[in-house]
């Protein structure tokens, strides 16, 4: 089992990735079968989407006409049985590497989808995801929403958890002193409910078995 993380941070050892390394780390205890990676999007080689060239988008579903990063970061989301999302809020915003990454993937699918007429769906497509945000001065709900919207455009499906703020781990300010989001036991709980997104109970009592 594969299980990818996407750290959105300018920041490479900052809270955001603390906070996907714990996702991940969790679901590894005990399962020996998970192999876990990281990406960073800061200092990579992403360029802003053209937005003219859509005709490309509708004649090659699912691929770009920029060559850099952004198609292997997709292709590796695409491989991945699972993701963990996270991205920090700067000036309202997420910072500039990941929402120009987010921008160029959004394109990718949505143009074959809503104007080209594809005929398969999406690469990713079903693909369960968790989503971590944390904000230092601000509500880190504002980019939790973000990220659901990314994934949901990109076909995926966002797991949600039991705690607030449940559609993702929110942190806010110093994430060990957090005790509204309580983002580190929040992410632990996100594992959890990743691992079971990926490889629900077989013995699991399901609407159609009774």
Partial sequence: ?????????ARRDGQTNRLVRTVLDHMQIGESSIEADLIHTAGLDIAPCRVVCADFCKRNPYQCSITDAVP?????????DALVIGAPQYFRGPPADFYTMAERMVSMCFFPESQGGAVFSSPL??????LVAVAEYSNPQGILEYLNDFC????????????FPHFGVGGH???DGDGTFRPLDRARELGEALLHAVSPD?????????
């Fill in 1 to 9: 089992m594969k299980i990818l993380g996407v750290v959105g941070s």
């Fill in 72 to 80: 292997e970061i997709f292709e590796k989301m695409r491989q991945a």
């Fill in 125 to 130: 497509a079903g693909k369960p995801c968790g």
């Fill in 152 to 163: 949901l455009l990109l076909g995926m499906k966002p797991v949600s958890i039991d705690s």
């Fill in 173 to 175: 300010g110093d994430i």
């Fill in 202 to 210: 077989p013995n699991a009592t399901t609407a159609s078995s009774v």
